[in-house]
Nanobody, 124 residues
Framework: QVRLVESGGGVVQAGDSLRLACVASGGTDSTKIMAWFRQAPGKEREFLAAMNWKTTGSSYADSVKGRFVISRDSAQNTVFLQMNRLEPEDTATYYC?????????????????WGQGTQVTVSS
């Protein structure tokens, strides 16, 4: 069974950068799409970015396009989310997710494996 473990969250100031990492282990061959979501208190889980693990094709939400970059290290089975020019509105718990879908999907229910989440807090 695939297991995802996120790391890299923390408390930063507006304008700072953070890089989140998600390590996948255990039967990852069936996981074709890796994505990052976030959820702030009282809000729905929000899609941020996704990558096709084989082709490295990627897609971003408009809210983070140009500020966040998704990448992977296939040798380490790790997907990253580089977050630049962070804003207080980016404060949330950030989740890594995996899907067996053939193409990039955008809704939480289309992902069948989730990490435990890592907290990002951006102060003004």
């Amino acid at each position: 069974q695939v297991r995802l473990v996120e790391s890299g969250g923390g408390v930063v100031q507006a304008g700072d950068s953070l890089r989140l990492a998600c390590v996948a282990s255990g039967g990852t061959d069936s996981t074709k799409i890796m994505a990052w979501f976030r959820q702030a208190p009282g809000k729905e889980r929000e899609f941020l970015a996704a990558m096709n693990w084989k082709t490295t094709g990627s897609s971003y939400a408009d809210s983070v396009k140009g500020r966040f970059v998704i990448s992977r290290d296939s040798a380490q089975n790790t997907v990253f989310l580089q977050m630049n020019r962070l804003e207080p509105e980016d404060t949330a718990t950030y989740y890594c997710a995996g899907s067996a879908a053939t193409w990039i999907v955008y809704r939480p229910h289309e992902y069948d494996v989730w990490g435990q989440g890592t907290q990002v807090t951006v102060s003004s």
